[in-house]
Each structure stands twice: as C-alpha cells, then as structure tokens.
C-alpha cells in the first residue's frame, strides 16, 4: 500500500506540473491554441480520481467505480451510434450485461467472465431486436452494439478482475497498467502534435502519427523498466516486455476506437467535436491494454 501511495502521490505532483507549465505556456504563447490541451488535462485529473478509487480501497470500491466507468463508456458510445426507436430495447439488454458481467468478477467465476460477453451476450443481444420485429439497420444496430459492449465493457472489466484474481499484487498491476498506458497516450499525442509528420490513418485520427508511436514505445519501455520492481512482481524480462506490449496494445486500442467513432459518427462533424471531451478518448487504450496484459501475465505467472 505504501508503494500504491507513493506511485499516486507522484503522479499527482506529475499532473499538477503539467496543468501549471501549460497554463503557463498559453499565457506566455497567446497566438496559440491550448483548449485541446486543457481537455486532456481534465479528463487525465478525471482518469486520476477513478484509479484512485480502484486502487486504494477494497476490491469490492474498486469493482463498483469501474462498474460506473464502464457504463459511461457504454453510454457514450451509444451516443454516437445512429439509433431508432427499435433499439431502445437492444440497449437496454447491454446495460443489463454491465452488473452481471462484474458479479461473475466479484464470485471470481472467471470461465464465466470469460465467455459471458463474447459468447452468451454476443449469441442472444439479437433478441431485443427481433422481438420488436425491426429489420431495418439490424446488421448494423447489433453489430455495433456487440463492438460496444466487447471494448466498453469486456475490455475495461479486466481492470476490475485484476484485485480478485491476485489480491496481493491486483492493485498495484492495476496502477502499473494505467500508468504505462497514459504515459504512452501522453507522450504519442505530445510528440504527434509538435514533432510528428507522418500520420498513420489521416482520415480517421489526424493526431495519430508513427513519430509518436515510436518515441511513446521507447518512453513506456523505459519507464516501465524502472518502476516495474517497485509496483510487480515480475522478472526484468516481463517488466521490458510489458512496456512493449501495453504500447503497441495502447496504439491498436486508440487506432481502433478512433477508426470505429469516424465510421460511426459520418457525416456529424458537430458530434466528432463534442465528442472529443468524452471518457471515450480517455480509455480507448485501455480497451486493449487491460485485456491484453492481463491475459499475458495470467499465461505465464502462477499468481494469477
């Protein structure tokens, strides 16, 4: 726990020295534009205050405020997709997924956490549907729903399990994850904004670019080398290695929800802007990250 603190006492003071130097900075450089990175700062406090929320109190604090993270994903989410009346129902049924698929966490059934969303939800969330005789846009309304619910929902809900499948280390793999995973968000979107030239997909994230890619897989690498001893227990092989994977999971995941938000939100350029402050962007990363590490470390560590 001491180490928990100390780890969130730093990045604190990290966030802290970030909100001042760019206050700063738009002060000093008034011809430029810092809006967009004052809406990254508030979300990173908000990110802050979640984690905290899972990592200092007991695993059951920890379950329910990432419960409620998930649902504001979905939330958000859905709010992009263009819907009608027929789907009401359908989304009903995928909320409904949300405090079933964190009980199965809870009693730690973990077959079950497996393959209740990819399985058994993805199999009858047609239903709804169905049931209320709507054809029209049904490939789309059930497929993006699914997409919903395996990134929002499946993806995120691996941060919950981490406490319960290791209750000794679960917080502090939890605060190594996030950690690694927004340091590599902040670093890729910093050096694609000032330094970066080549974008990867244009069309649908004109930030995301391979300069940012790559010094954020050498940055995520390096710290994760020095603070894996003090928040794992994993080897120094591991602890290199889950730099690398938690960067290229992390840029996959933002790729992705970037790629699916485009494809989703065509046409609305006013909804893309509003959009842009939502929680969405914020854990995009963690869609990928938090499946992927987790299953890894399962695989290979005994005290999982």
């Not at 001491?2 to 990290?14: K, N, Q, R, V, Y």
């Not at 929320?53 to 649902?71: D, E, G, K, R, Y």
């Not at 393959?115 to 239903?127: D, K, N, R, W």
Request: charged share 10%; proline share 4%; glycine share 6%.
């Amino acid at each position: 726990m001491s180490t928990t603190l100390w780890t969130l006492t730093i990045i604190f003071i990290g966030l802290i020295t970030v909100n001042l130097v760019f206050i700063f900075m738009s002060k000093q450089q008034t011809e430029k534009d810092f809006s967009h990175v004052f809406v990254r700062v508030k979300t990173w406090w908000g990110m802050f205050a979640v984690f905290c929320m899972a990592t200092l109190f007991n695993p059951i604090v920890s379950l329910l405020s990432l419960m409620v993270l998930c649902f504001f994903a979905l939330k958000e989410y859905f709010s992009m997709m263009k819907t009608r009346k027929a789907d009401r129902r359908l989304f009903l049924w995928a909320y409904l997924a949300i405090p079933v698929q964190f009980y199965w966490i809870m009693i730690g059934w973990y077959g079950m956490f497996i393959v209740f969303i990819p399985v058994y939800v993805f199999l009858f969330l047609p239903l709804p549907r169905l049931l209320g005789k709507g054809t029209s846009g049904f490939l789309r309304s059930v497929s993006s729903t699914q997409w919903g619910l395996m990134l929002m929902v499946f993806g995120l809900s691996h941060l919950a399990y981490y406490q319960f499948a290791t209750p000794e280390y679960g917080a502090n793999l939890v605060l190594f994850l996030v950690l690694l995973t927004q340091v590599n968000d902040i670093v890729h979107y910093l050096i694609s904004l000032y330094i970066g030239k080549r974008k990867v997909v244009p069309s649908a994230n004109p930030t995301i670019t391979w300069e940012g890619f790559i010094c954020a897989a050498i940055v995520t690498t390096v710290v994760s080398y020095f603070i894996y001893p003090y928040l794992t227990p994993l080897d120094m092989k591991f602890g290199i290695l889950s730099g690398i994977l938690i960067s290229l999971s992390g840029f996959f995941g933002s790729l992705t929800i970037s790629v699916l938000k485009r494809d989703l939100l065509i046409g609305d350029q006013e909804k893309i802007d509003t959009l842009k402050e939502s929680y969405i962007n914020r854990v995009d990363s963690l869609t990928y990250t938090s499946p992927v590490f987790f299953h890894v470390i399962r695989y290979f560590f005994d005290f999982m």
